[in-house]
């Protein structure tokens, strides 16, 4: 498995090859090869290389959430009651197991965590919030920001 603090060393036809899948992950190798100006066998040796080293993490379907009835989006700050590392760790773990929590991010400030939190609408927001976040180890309080409109969304295609 790659060590994810190591930096991998790109040349321009592997940020080229990057560019090109995270326009469209589907693209057949003999595309990215001509829409990077290379055969298909080095093509396929450099993004082989790109996969293994890590940089490249896996394909997946890019879904309007929307379609899916998933268009309410929540930020929630959380304090921990402790920040010690045993709960960090707890906590951590715990996070990952709300599938409403696309993101969860350390942050170094007032509070110690920002959730970026998915639901079909702030009813079902709240349900989440009273009995998985807060429920969360050591969560000393939240607090919620409800997004009224996507300006720029970099993962969702």
Known sequence: MPNPAMTVHLDDFDRKIVRALQEDGRMSVTNLAEKVGLSKTPCQIRLKRLIESGVIRGFRAVVDPAR????????????LSDTRESALRAF?????????VEECHMIASSFD???K???ADI?????VLGEAISNLPHVASTSTFV???T???VGGG
């Open 68 to 79: 899916l009835g998933l268009d309410h989006i929540a930020f929630a700050e959380v304090k």
């Open 92 to 100: 951590n773990e715990a996070v990952r197991r709300i599938p409403e």
């Open 113 to 115: 965590y920002l959730l």
């Open 117 to 119: 939190v998915r639901t």
């Open 123 to 127: 009813r079902r927001y709240r349900v």
């Open 147 to 149: 997004a009224m409109e």
């Open 151 to 153: 300006i720029k969304d």
